[in-house]
T-cell receptor, first 117, second 113 residues
Framework: GAVVSQHPSRVICKSGTSVKIECRSL??????MFWYRQFPKQSLMLMAT?????????EQGVEKDKFLINHASLTLSTLTVTSAHPEDSSFYIC?????????????FGEGSRLTVL | KQEVTQIPAALSVPEGENLVLNCSFT??????LQWFRQDPGKGLTSLLL?????REQTSGRLNASLDKSSGRSTLYIAASQPGDSATYLC????????????FGRGTSLIVHP
């Protein structure tokens, strides 16, 4: 299947700093990527839909100034958690579909564990 | 708004049993349904994808069925093994907008030797 790579897999930072997480589609182009957040023993919560070359579409309740999403190319989307606080500690996962947003199988990155001290 | 429910929430079985995991959804206007596996602290691994026009898909010991009209899918695992222990998630993608997938809360499976 297609490969989606996420980096870093783990990051620990101090409260008030910003953290950037990268999501790359390695063997296909992705016009749309999805960013999720997952709390322990919970399902995935969609945060936003990242659209190449345009602004991301955020889900209700997700602060767009807090979670900055940039999708500057067809293979890379980034999520920046700005001025991180302990409550932002979570598991963040991205996903993408080869061939565009409305075709076929969804593939996920390995996830990024963020711990804010 | 699409809602996806997975039953049971947790399952613990001895090795060798055949298992059925259930997924139900409220809006039958779907594009596809996908089953995933998630190991602790890891991302999601795609297991099976069923398009809305299909009724089932098979891969090895796994078989997934889809009854779109009744809003149900089942994942059948034959001859379960300890390595099957994981959380199984189903995701339903709608037909509008970016075909955003909606996830169930998952079934946590433990297969003990």
């Amino acid at each position: 299947g297609a490969v989606v790579s996420q980096h870093p897999s783990r990051v620990i930072c101090k409260s008030g700093t910003s953290v950037k997480i990268e999501c790359r589609s390695l063997d296909f182009q992705a016009t749309t990527m999805f960013w999720y957040r997952q709390f322990p023993k919970q399902s995935l919560m969609l945060m936003a839909t990242s659209n190449e070359g345009s602004k991301a579409t955020y889900e209700q309740g997700v602060e767009k100034d807090k979670f900055l999403i940039n999708h500057a190319s067809l293979t890379l989307s980034t999520l920046t958690v700005t001025s991180a606080h302990p409550e932002d500690s979570s598991f963040y996962i991205c996903s993408a579909r080869p061939g565009g947003p409305n075709t076929g199988e969804l593939f996920f990155g390995e996830g990024s564990r963020l711990t804010v001290l | 708004k699409q809602e996806v429910t997975q039953i049971p929430a947790a399952l613990s079985v001895p090795e060798g049993e055949n298992l059925v995991l259930n997924c139900s959804f409220t809006d039958s206007a779907i594009y596809n349904l996908q089953w995933f596996r998630q190991d602790p602290g890891k991302g999601l691994t795609s297991l099976l994808l069923i398009q809305s026009s299909q009724r089932e898909q098979t891969s090895g010991r796994l078989n997934a069925s889809l009854d779109k009209s009744s809003g149900r899918s089942t994942l059948y695992i034959a001859a379960s093994q300890p390595g099957d222990s994981a959380t199984y998630l189903c995701a339903v993608s709608g037909t509008g907008g970016s075909y955003i997938p909606t996830f169930g809360r998952g079934t946590s499976l433990i297969v003990h030797p």
